[in-house]
């Protein structure tokens, strides 16, 4: 029998364009959300700094039952975990509130004006609850026509500090799901690149609350 090419042609996964995250399912996630139920609401992250995205996932592994002289009876496979993490430069509100959910606290300009003289001081709280949300997050590639899905992404962000700059941090992990339109990890490829839209998203969008 003749040995031919698995596949008919090659197609790469090169290089970053951009990480965009989208609202939950307002349904939340049941085994009739559809694709489309879960691209809405897509919002670029922005400047993600460079060469902090790193994949965190675990890959395959075996255990293995052995006899008495070291040979293997039967090997048992687990499968990898889907997880990437990295860093937003940008602090603004409503990335505050999208990844460390920070509450906007009222300052009163007497209590302010004793440092800041004569400004107007905006304060947001953070740190007083653990910042989890589970929303859907794509990585396209530079091109962007190819990407990573993940359709239900648990994440959670802290602060960062490094090269003179505070950022996000911020770590996604794909969580289990398999129904006929959704799967733990997705590849999606595509004959034109992301559509952008002008104007912005805020965090009370991506959590429906507008």
Known sequence: ????????????LAGQGDIIVFSAPSGGYTSSTT????????????QVVQDSTSWDGEQVSFSQLLDEQGDVITS????GTHQVSFDLADLEPDFLAAFLGAESVTVA????????????????????????????????????NRAIFFPKAKMAGSLAWSDGLWKLHIVATA??????????CMMLSSTTSVDYADGSITAAALDGGQ
């Open 109 to 144: 300009a007497s209590g302010a004006s004793a440092v800041f003289k004569d400004g107007t001081v905006t304060c947001y709280g953070l740190g007083h609850k653990l910042p989890v949300k589970v929303r859907p997050l794509m990585i396209t590639n530079d091109e962007g």
């Open 1 to 12: 029998m003749a040995v031919k090419n698995l596949g008919g042609s090659q197609q790469l």
């Open 175 to 184: 969580e289990f799901i398999n129904s006929a339109a959704l799967k733990t």
């Open 76 to 79: 048992k496979a687990t499968n």
């Open 35 to 46: 694709l489309a139920g879960v691209l809405t609401n897509g919002a670029s992250l922005g």
